[in-house]
């Protein structure tokens, strides 16, 4: 695509990240949307990213239409940056594009000694309570927190009672939801995954209001505000779509995708091997938890990818024959080799 | 109690704002707890509060053991005077005890043209994701944002499904709670608001796993974190209970309950103007959302509590005859004269 060759290896090291940790959904199966964006010139691949606004502690970064990988990984180094010298860092980012796994900018903290936290608003597609208004992405929060010899805690999550991209794999395997996830454009609950092509919408973690949905809807809003108010892209409905088979909108508010980025230096609070030795004594404290009967162990945000990741990295990924025939495609198109290795 | 009257003061202040705001569970109902606290020497009202680490941005706070209304607001102060130079501030406090209100501290960043962040961590009554055991408190989140013409933007969260007072309610009641807000000591579901006294808990946000209850556990575990981890506050099922017929456990794992606190300079991002101006724009989009039929009108975070503060402002605010009477014992016991205007 004419892409210089650091950011075509940013954003592959991202695609790679998600497919690792055992998030496909975020992984290859992107590039297809990614190449349409390029084609339709929706995504520029040579952007001029740029610091437009900045304060010891902040910076205000425009993508410049860049793939969201490019514009998110500058944006957590200028945070990382800011970190060393103020204590924190905190971007905001406009103009950009889908970034993939919001974890992955979040974990660039960890080799500084740092917690990194990513957000970005999304596609509009979920409602906020009461409503059957689309004006919310899946908006996720990541966090990322150092520590000395247990895994670092990760969490990377959506502001929905499930990622968008279960609803696609119930939907493809003609399997109908459990009912809190979604409703019809009426607003009566149901559980048909497709509901979101018949105006249909998703709800906010907590489902419905007497289950506090009201406070889902409240951290996406956050989110929103952060990745998009204080940067200058498109808020809530404006966020422009992130696949080339829907326009952009002719309304818009602002510059792109936003997102938001923080870095927060551990010996700017305390020395950062004591720091990390709590946070090894929270995880175990977390980790010994009692299980209800017949349930899992309890979970440490991350510990579930860090599974994965170790077991993809050994035995390698699968991709599903539909992505590899698209990559295929594309490769053709761009008259570029195309081998797979078994 | 010997508290100086300006600790006094800002005490009364937080109390009150709960009564005008229409959260009298952390209003004027507080205030025996904090009285038999302070009997019990587990509250120190002279308190040498003081930063003990810092950078640009950042503070660690040490409360000495003072009533959270005090250790909140000078760390709230602090974080806004960090915020002045370095574009935002933050605070990790530890050492303090029940802070009222989160959102009363996020609130004092407005009129400097900030954004404002509270979070708390809280007596252990919630069970992590797939447990029985009571780790996290019901550990809330405020953010308020400033607008232009329209009422800020304030959102204060619990991250359960519901605030712990509302269980008491219903229990005084004599009423049962809908299913997902609480479970018994095996893990089953119940109805029952007093299994908490029977070795039961309160679930996170999303209330089940298929429903994202691990998304309110990372939630209330970042609360947690940054609370308690950063500053050296007791983390999760180490919180001090905030009522005096509760013990103090022995196995502390740092000092008193823990806070964090934030403070953004909008003009760290852009002109305070053209950003308040956006606020409003998107208070008006997300209030001109259409509402699901039979529903009542979609909310802006903080409009309910602002409702009610006018008509309280104005009217009045109600107190229980048990709260009044315990008001006048504590009256008695302190030789201070108590009077009702009715």
Same sequence: chains 1, 2.
Avoid at 67 to 81: E, K, L, N
Wanted: proline share 6%; hydrophobic share 40%; with cysteine.
């Amino acid at each position: 695509m004419g892409c210089p060759t650091a950011d075509a290896e940013i954003t592959a090291r991202v695609f790679m990240a998600a497919e690792l940790r055992g998030l496909s959904s975020h992984g290859m199966i992107r590039i297809k949307d990614y190449y349409q964006l390029w084609k339709a010139g929706r995504i520029n691949i040579k952007p001029n990213i740029r610091i437009v606004h900045e304060s010891p502690s902040t910076a205000v970064v425009d993508g410049d239409g860049a793939i969201g990988m490019i514009a998110a990984t500058r944006s957590m180094q200028i945070a990382i940056r800011k970190a060393e010298k103020a204590g924190t860092g905190w971007v905001s980012t406009r103009g950009s594009n889908h970034f993939g796994i919001a974890g992955y900018y979040a974990m660039m903290a960890l080799e500084h000694n740092m917690i990194g936290i990513t957000m970005t608003n999304a596609n509009p597609l979920v409602a906020p309570t009461f409503s059957i208004s689309r004006l919310l992405g899946t908006n996720p929060v990541a966090v990322a927190v150092p520590t000395k010899k247990q895994p670092p805690f990760i969490a990377d999550f959506s502001t929905t009672p499930i990622a968008r991209g279960k609803l696609a794999v119930a939907e493809k395997k003609g399997e109908k939801t459990l009912p809190g996830y979604v409703q019809d454009k009426n607003g009566r609950t149901s559980i048909d995954p497709a509901i979101l092509k018949q105006g249909g919408s998703m709800l906010t973690l907590g489902g419905d209001y007497e289950h506090g949905s009201h406070k889902g809807y409240c951290m996406s809003a956050i989110v929103d505000i952060f990745s998009a108010v204080l940067s200058g892209a498109n808020f809530g409905p404006f966020v422009p779509p992130s696949v080339a088979y829907l326009p952009v909108l002719d309304n818009k508010v602002g510059e792109g995708t936003g997102h938001f980025f923080g870095a927060m230096r551990i010996d700017a609070w305390q020395k950062a091997d004591t720091f990390k030795t709590k946070m090894d004594e929270w995880i175990s404290t977390f980790r010994n938890a009692k299980s209800a009967p017949g349930m899992p162990d309890v979970m440490i945000p991350g510990d579930p990818e860090s599974a994965k990741e170790k077991q993809n990295g050994s035995r390698g990924i699968q991709v599903i024959p539909a992505v590899l025939s698209d990559l295929k495609d594309i490769a053709g198109e761009l008259n570029i080799e195309f081998e797979i290795k078994q």
